[in-house]
Nanobody
Framework: QAPLVESGGGLVQAGDSLRLSCVAS????????MGWYRQAPGQARELVAG???????YYREAVKGRFVISRDMSKNAVYLQMNNLKPEDTAIYYC?????????????WGQGTQVTVSS
């Protein structure tokens, strides 16, 4: 079983909304933070939004006011509500989780889900 399983991508028009979901498998213990990255063709992977166990959030400037990240810690899940989507949001979106029960730290990735926004 993949450590992180994403869903919710698709093809939408500019101005539409999408909600991405990601659930971590039970094999991942001591998750400290979860977030979403994206990678457009020919571009580097970039952090879009993150949310720590303590409630600290991060949003990339380009998505502030349009995207909302949330977590259900009881389900080891993270969600990304994307509103007012723009063509420049088109990318493969990857779920990410940081974990570590002691001094070690691990990083986990999902397989990615395609988001395409047409103008």
């Amino acid at each position: 079983q993949a450590p992180l399983v994403e869903s919710g991508g698709g093809l939408v028009q500019a101005g539409d909304s999408l909600r991405l979901s990601c659930v971590a498998s039970g094999s991942i213990e001591c998750i400290s933070a979860m977030g979403w990255y994206r990678q457009a063709p020919g571009q580097a992977r970039e952090l879009v939004a993150g949310l720590s166990n303590g409630g600290k959030t991060y949003y990339r400037e380009a998505v502030k006011g349009r995207f909302v990240i949330s977590r259900d810690m009881s389900k080891n899940a993270v969600y990304l509500q994307m509103n007012n989507l723009k063509p420049e949001d088109t990318a493969i979106y990857y779920c990410n989780a940081d974990s570590g029960c002691s001094w070690e730290r691990y990083e986990h990735w999902g397989q990615g889900t395609q988001v395409t926004v047409s103008s």
